[in-house]
């Protein structure tokens, strides 16, 4: 039961672009509100934000944070959200039926953002707003000084611009389900229009056109080839949204989870080229995939039509072992797509599907799917190298063939370092793996292989156990003399092989 590879890094795929570590805090449920903001708590700065929710952020390694929806930006009026906290309206949020309280907004969060050495990326509402809401926002976070919205941000306290750089032209606008949904034609558009005079306030900004929500919507594909012909010149970036569980017991197809990404990625891709193809156009797209996840869609029906309240608990996933294990997947799927995938957002940071969950004024702790992450962002830099491994299959109903083994590899050529990250989706077997080490790897020793795996696959962290699951040490992994490296991969686990 052994799969084999070769690690050479000559063979690179494209750069590992730091915005790959994205993640996302929206205005929904718990993320924001007693999730990284929460002025009672013990750990609070002066502005209200939470100490130990950001030491976990940092230790989380994300770099990059889209704000701040989602389907709530689609109604939302960032006006609201600035000025004298006491004179903040009270809106009803329509996309998750709370109460919006506006105690936290723009210039609070990319505050918040730069303390913590964050790139943000803004999302503007295209739902129930358009070009002049959009371009407004733009001049009040990145103009210097000396016009209406500027200086109301100066008035407003914050003398520098936030200079924010990446922006998305909507949230999800193929959805029935987002206020202000829009055909492609449209959308399309729409965002060319409020994306140019975006960028006429700041030359230098980069936009975000929305793909579709999903791989599974009726307009999937026509979506994406409607709104590229109509963006081609305006934008920078696609947007695709993924989030993955576990149907009807069926853990197989549920852990091949990567392939269904993969084929989504290379189907966005070829539409990317087919426009640009029509087109005669120079530039190629690029794919911020800015939402995926686990999320137990299943277990939380009728999210979107509760009482009002304001902070309710909001699709608060706890995640087992085999959740680390598919986020795992995702990540490396994200990561053999260097070349294409430039930015991508783990949905969402805190509470809401999140790796970091808190109480209000009280614990915070990871769950299982933060480890992956955090191992990758620290580790998997560089270049991605191709590797194309051969050994054990497992069918799937869902996903059909897949490969035991699901594994990448970076080269990062200022320190030298080679990272393996390796998934085993085999559930009763453990899994021999044999990478052959050439080229520029020929003579690299074992640093460290750590995995993330349990006798019990669905064990999770809770408050009162939040070590339960963590990466451990593993044993028996070496480098042959013949520059082979042999380990072992238990049953449904996350590996991280380091080499030096
Ligand atoms: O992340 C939760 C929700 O999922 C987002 O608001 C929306 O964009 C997507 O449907």
């Not at 993955?244 to 539409?271: C, K, N, P, W």
Request: glycine residues 8%; proline residues 5%; negative net charge.
């Amino acid at each position: 039961h052994t799969a084999r590879f070769v690690i050479d890094p000559e063979f690179a795929v494209g750069d590992v672009d730091p915005r790959l570590y994205g993640t996302f805090v929206e205005h929904m449920g718990r993320c924001v509100y007693t999730g990284i903001h929460d002025p009672g708590h013990p750990t609070a700065d002066p502005a209200g934000f939470r100490g130990d929710v950001a030491d976990l952020v940092r230790e989380l390694g994300t770099g990059l944070v889209r704000y701040p929806g989602g389907n709530f930006v689609s109604g939302y009026h960032w006006e609201d959200g600035v000025g004298p906290a006491a004179d903040r309206p009270r809106r009803l949020d329509l996309a998750w039926r709370s109460i919006e309280t506006n105690q936290v907004g723009t210039n609070e969060f990319l505050t918040w953002a730069r303390q913590l050495g964050l790139e943000p990326m803004m999302a503007v509402n295209l739902g129930t707003r358009g070009i002049d809401a959009a371009r407004a926002l733009v001049e009040y976070c990145n103009h210097p000084e000396g016009t209406a919205w500027s200086d109301l941000r100066i008035k407003h306290g914050v003398r520098r611009p936030h200079d924010v750089k990446l922006w998305c032209l909507g949230n999800e606008m193929d959805g029935p389900w987002q206020t202000g949904h829009k055909s492609a034609t449209e959308y399309g558009r729409l965002a060319a229009e409020a994306g140019k005079a975006m960028r006429q306030v700041d030359p230098a900004i980069e936009l975000v056109a929305c793909g579709s929500s999903n791989a599974g919507m009726a307009t999937f594909g026509t979506w994406e080839g409607e709104v590229l012909e109509q963006t081609y010149d305006e934008v920078d970036y696609l947007s695709l949204h993924a989030y993955y569980e576990e149907f009807d017991g069926d853990r197989a197809s549920f852990l091949a989870s990567g392939a269904h990404m993969d084929q989504y990625i290379s189907d966005v891709v070829a539409t990317a080229h087919h426009v640009r193809a029509v087109r005669r156009a120079k530039k190629h797209i690029k794919l911020s995939f800015d939402e995926w996840n686990v999320w137990y869609a299943a277990r939380f029906p009728g999210e979107r039509n509760l009482a009002t309240a304001e902070t309710p608990r909001l699709i608060e996933d706890t995640y087992s072992v085999t959740d680390a294990v598919v986020v795992g997947s995702l990540l490396i799927t994200l990561l053999r797509h260097a070349d294409r995938v430039a930015v991508a957002c783990l949905a969402q940071l805190v509470n809401v599907i999140a790796p970091i969950r808190t109480e209000p004024g009280g614990a915070s702790w990871r769950q299982t799917t933060f480890h992956p992450f955090a191992q990758a962002a620290r580790h998997a830099h560089g270049r991605v190298l191709r590797t194309e491994s051969s050994g054990p299959r497992i069918e799937t109903a869902r996903h059909g063939e897949v490969s035991a083994l699901d594994s990448v590899v970076t080269y990062d050529e200022d320190s030298g370092a080679l990272t393996v990250l390796a998934v085993n989706r085999d559930q009763s077997r453990p899994l021999h793996l044999a990478a052959a080490l050439r080229g520029g790897a020929a003579g690299y020793r074992l640093v460290e292989h750590l995995v993330l795996s349990d006798d019990d696959h669905d064990a999770v962290n809770t408050e009162a156990e939040p070590d339960r699951v963590v990466p451990r040490r593993a044993r028996g992994t070496s480098v042959t003399a013949e520059g082979t490296l042999e380990a072992q991969l238990p049953p449904v686990s996350w590996n991280v092989i380091r080499l030096a």
